[in-house]
């Protein structure tokens, strides 16, 4: 009996470290690697969700998408890479970017279309078949052939939101100034006679 006894607490502390080793293994395995989400809009062929291709292989939204991917977006979808704190950018229909991000920043070449920075933690680095090197900030857009353009924003003046602000101030403005020359005289009622309850 001491022998099956024995023989037990031997087969539980060998499983046990069994047990122990295959966890410590997959999480040596994890890498620290950054990784970002990939969200896929537009129209897919035969009615199906819309893909796109990274490194060769078609991906739909909610991939992983690691630093030195390729990512290219057929003529009907475009790809929002969301990368975390690092950034966000966008690839238009019909482009094509080898991106690499990490905790300091994104850079990347842009072989075809256009790249459009969403939001991003630091400046992103562009670089475009033709050699040149851009610098982008968030609501910037690039092309292949190295055109920029900065989107059509409130912050830089020109938007919507100004003219709407200058016309409510302009009526303000008139509204005082009316107010202001006009006579205080106010005419409440006719010129009758009063007549009094009590005499």
């Not at 069994?18 to 410590?24: E, Q, V």
């Not at 900030?137 to 900065?150: K, L």
């Not at 200058?166 to 205080?184: E, K, M, P, R, Y």
Request: proline share 3%.
């Amino acid at each position: 009996m001491d022998s099956k006894l024995w023989f037990r607490k031997a087969l539980s502390l060998c499983l046990s470290v069994a047990i122990l080793a295959t966890y410590t293994t997959v999480a040596l395995a994890v890498s620290g690697k950054t990784a970002g989400e990939l969200t896929v809009s537009g129209i897919g062929a035969n009615g199906e969700a819309p893909f796109v291709l990274v490194n060769g292989e078609a991906a739909k939204s909610g991939r992983s998408i690691f630093s030195s991917s390729t990512i290219s977006t057929p003529d009907q979808a475009s790809a929002v890479i969301s990368m975390g704190k690092v950034g966000q950018v966008q690839l238009a229909p019909n482009s094509s970017m080898t991106l690499s991000f990490g905790d300091t920043g994104i850079t990347g070449g842009l072989n075809a279309g256009s790249l459009t920075v969403l939001g991003s933690s630091q400046p992103v680095i562009v670089n475009t078949p033709d050699g040149k090197t851009l610098t982008l900030n968030a609501g910037e857009t690039a092309s292949a052939n190295g055109a920029r353009a900065q989107a059509d924003d409130d912050d830089h003046g020109g938007g919507k939101a100004w003219w709407a602000l200058a016309g409510i101030l302009g009526a303000a403005a008139i509204v005082i100034v009316w107010t202001a020359t006009s006579s205080n005289d106010v005419t409440v009622g006719g010129g009758g006679t009063v007549i009094s309850p009590n005499r």
